[in-house]
């Protein structure tokens, strides 16, 4: 708990918001007016669907004891009403100061781009763990921290989460968080309250443009990570998209650039796949050092440099941490292998986006003996226009089509498939549609032969499907071994 006055001058130190406010003790900190409890201090957060000052009353009668609130509404029964500018950005700074602005006690990672972003993570974690760091992640898998494992309900949830969980973190004993950070986040200033020492940059392609509406838009959400950094912090930028120098401009911090292609503070060269691995130099200060990485694919070796990036601006010796590559274990739901024994290759992979997906197919393209297969769909109540640019791909790079549901959500999954075989080219032949996910993948299975490699693409580690207003369960890992195990 903590006093209403004393809340206001920790989270806003340069107004002057608590120059009238009472010391009333604070004991809850609530937008949502369904959780608003005795004592509390209630956000009247204007979200996507719902205006939180239409609640107003009803988290009173609940127990709040003051209200934050962008209207200058008509104070209730004396309690105290706060009038400011943005209630997202209020709620962000209100849940720091609160839990005691707990990204302070920590290194705090923030990773954004369209893609890339949870395989980061994961190798940031692994090179940290490596050094005897005690690591918290916030991700789109889950949020995990000293042996505790919780789901993610969102890649970066509400500020109010956020906070409390890195609170429980810092008292866990973590010394570095890594976190994910979504345009949706940014966007909604779910991160404001977070002190970033450094900031990674993936890549910016198609993706949430149903949200965001144009790219202009969505490379401005995506940069705030970086225009909030400060003059000491560091941010890690990838040198070969096309981005690059607009996010370059957006910060004041000390840059560290990768790449493959155009000039970078780490660099690659003399690539080779062979036997489930990658092998290639990084170039860094003016040496090398060999890598022996389990991940495949171009867009990994991208994945593999950032990370590395990141140790730097941590502060820790980039040779030691490519060292510690070797003994990665891979990420949930990424390129991650269903072996039971069959003759071909499976593959489980979450890309969803034009980009992801054709990364992934070039990238298994380099494996295949005989045919390369794959099932995928495009989820409903998103951007629209990538589903016939999928579709172009899948026709481009794979010798056999099977075009399921993803999650369809409340749009017909048999218009989405129609959407997606618009991309097909005249006189493409080698699809099959089978709307029903587990029927696809039982389909494209017993479709394969040997040397053949199949890509379940879309969902990765996900386990449920959303049609329509039902959740159900559904794993493309679990449906392929149940099927390869002949049931």
Same mark, same amino acid.
């Given at each position: 708990?903590? =006093?209403?006055?004393?809340?206001?001058?920790?989270?806003?130190?340069?107004?002057?918001?608590?120059?009238?406010?009472?010391?009333?003790?604070?004991?809850?900190?609530?937008?949502?007016?369904?959780?608003?409890?005795?004592?509390?201090?209630?956000?009247?957060?204007?979200?996507?669907?719902?205006?939180?000052? &239409?609640?107003?009353?009803?988290?009173?009668?609940?127990?709040?004891?003051?209200?934050?609130?962008?209207?200058?509404?008509? =104070?209730?029964?004396?309690?105290?009403?706060?009038?400011?500018?943005?209630?997202?950005?209020?709620?962000?700074?209100?849940?720091?100061?609160?839990?005691?602005?707990?990204?302070?006690?920590?290194?705090?990672?923030?990773?954004?781009? %369209?893609?890339?972003?949870?395989?980061?993570?994961?190798?940031?974690?692994?090179?940290?763990?490596?050094?005897?760091?005690?690591?918290?992640?916030?991700?789109?898998? #889950?949020?995990?921290?000293?042996?505790?494992?919780?789901?993610?309900?969102?890649?970066? =949830?509400? =500020?109010?989460?956020?906070?409390?969980?890195?609170?429980?973190? %810092?008292?866990?004993?973590?010394?570095?968080?890594?976190?994910?950070?979504?345009?949706?986040?940014? /966007?909604?200033?779910?991160?404001?309250?977070?002190?970033?020492?450094?900031?990674?940059?993936?890549?910016?392609?198609?993706?949430?443009?149903?949200?965001?509406?144009?790219?202009?838009?969505?490379?401005?959400?995506?940069?705030?990570?970086?225009?909030?950094?400060?003059?000491?912090?560091?941010?890690?930028?990838?040198?070969?998209? @096309?981005?690059?120098?607009?996010?370059?401009?957006?910060?004041?911090?000390?840059?560290?650039?990768?790449?493959?292609?155009?000039?970078? /503070?780490?660099?690659?060269? #003399?690539?080779?796949? &062979?036997?489930?691995?990658?092998?290639?130099?990084?170039?860094?200060?003016?040496?090398?050092?060999?890598?022996?990485?389990?991940?495949?694919?171009?867009?990994?070796?991208?994945?593999?440099?950032?990370?590395?990036?990141?140790? &730097?601006?941590?502060?820790?010796?980039?040779?030691?941490?490519?060292?510690?590559?070797?003994?990665?274990?891979?990420?949930?739901?990424?390129?991650?292998?269903?072996?039971?024994?069959?003759?071909?290759?499976?593959?489980?992979?979450?890309?969803?986006?034009?980009?992801?997906? &054709?990364?992934?197919?070039?990238?298994?393209?380099?494996?295949?003996?005989?045919?390369?297969?794959?099932?995928?769909?495009?989820?409903?109540?998103?951007?629209?226009?990538?589903? @016939?640019?999928?579709?172009?791909?899948?026709?481009?790079?794979? /010798?056999?089509?099977?075009?399921?549901? /993803?999650? @369809?959500?409340?749009?017909?999954?048999?218009?989405?498939?129609?959407?997606?075989?618009?991309?097909? @080219?005249?006189?493409?032949?080698?699809?099959?549609?089978?709307?029903?996910?587990?029927?696809?993948?039982?389909?494209?299975?017993?479709?394969?032969?040997?040397?053949?490699?199949?890509?379940?693409?879309?969902?990765?580690?996900? %386990?449920?499907?959303?049609?329509?207003?039902?959740?159900?369960?559904?794993?493309?890992?679990?449906?392929?071994?149940?099927?390869? #195990?002949?049931?």
């Amino acid at each position: 708990m903590i =006093p209403l006055r004393k809340l206001f001058e920790e989270a806003f130190p340069d107004s002057d918001y608590h120059a009238s406010l009472p010391d009333i003790l604070i004991h809850h900190l609530e937008c949502d007016s369904r959780s608003v409890k005795e004592n509390c201090l209630f956000v009247a957060v204007h979200g996507v669907k719902k205006d939180g000052s &239409e609640f107003i009353r009803e988290a009173i009668q609940k127990g709040a004891v003051a209200v934050v609130t962008e209207k200058n509404e008509s =104070p209730q029964r004396g309690i105290p009403f706060i009038v400011v500018p943005d209630c997202r950005l209020a709620v962000a700074k209100l849940a720091a100061a609160f839990y005691g602005h707990p990204s302070k006690k920590m290194k705090a990672v923030g990773i954004t781009g %369209t893609n890339g972003k949870t395989t980061s993570s994961y190798l940031v974690e692994h090179f940290l763990e490596a050094e005897n760091k005690k690591v918290g992640v916030m991700g789109t898998i #889950n949020y995990r921290y000293d042996g505790n494992q919780l789901p993610a309900i969102q890649t970066t =949830p509400g =500020p109010l989460i956020v906070q409390r969980i890195l609170a429980q973190m %810092t008292e866990a004993g973590c010394d570095h968080v890594v976190m994910e950070v979504s345009s949706h986040a940014l /966007d909604q200033n779910r991160v404001a309250g977070i002190d970033f020492e450094t900031a990674l940059f993936t890549n910016l392609t198609q993706d949430h443009l149903d949200y965001h509406k144009t790219f202009e838009n969505y490379f401005e959400c995506k940069s705030r990570l970086f225009s909030n950094l400060g003059r000491q912090k560091t941010a890690v930028l990838n040198a070969d998209d @096309p981005w690059f120098a607009r996010f370059k401009e957006k910060t004041v911090s000390k840059t560290l650039s990768y790449g493959i292609k155009n000039p970078a /503070d780490l660099g690659m060269q #003399n690539l080779r796949w &062979e036997a489930g691995h990658t092998f290639f130099e990084v170039l860094f200060g003016g040496g090398k050092m060999n890598v022996d990485s389990p991940l495949i694919g171009t867009h990994n070796v991208y994945n593999v440099l950032g990370a590395l990036g990141v140790m &730097e601006a941590l502060g820790v010796d980039v040779k030691r941490s490519a060292a510690h590559l070797k003994s990665f274990r891979g990420v949930p739901g990424r390129l991650e292998t269903i072996d039971c024994g069959q003759n071909f290759m499976v593959f489980v992979d979450y890309a969803h986006t034009p980009d992801g997906l &054709e990364n992934v197919l070039m990238s298994l393209r380099s494996y295949r003996q005989n045919r390369l297969i794959v099932v995928f769909g495009c989820g409903g109540d998103r951007d629209k226009t990538k589903r @016939p640019k999928m579709g172009e791909i899948v026709a481009r790079l794979c /010798d056999h089509v099977v075009v399921t549901s /993803d999650n @369809p959500r409340s749009e017909n999954p048999k218009i989405i498939a129609e959407e997606v075989r618009a991309g097909f @080219p005249a006189g493409f032949t080698g699809y099959s549609v089978v709307i029903d996910r587990k029927k696809a993948i039982r389909h494209a299975l017993l479709l394969a032969r040997k040397g053949d490699i199949v890509l379940l693409a879309g969902k990765g580690h996900e %386990t449920v499907q959303v049609i329509e207003n039902e959740t159900i369960h559904l794993s493309d890992r679990e449906e392929a071994q149940r099927v390869l #195990n002949g049931h």
